[in-house]
């Protein structure tokens, strides 16, 4: 026997947080990016970014 009345509600939330956190481990793995990479491409962005004004200067 249960010691007391149980809260199937918290049950079901439970059970839908770690559904929810399983997709986003493998939505990870599948799209996620390391830190290094985010800064390289926007380091890359921002020097196009540079280099197009620089040119539009010089005009």
Avoid: H, I, Y
Avoid at 19 to 30: G, S
């Amino acid at each position: 026997m249960t010691s007391g009345p149980v809260n199937l509600n918290r049950f079901r939330k439970e059970k839908a947080r770690a559904k929810d956190k399983a997709r986003a481990d493998q939505n990870v793995v599948k799209f996620g990016r390391s830190k290094a990479q985010k800064e390289l491409e926007k380091a890359r962005a921002d020097k196009a970014a540079r280099d197009l004004d620089q040119l539009k200067g010089e005009e």
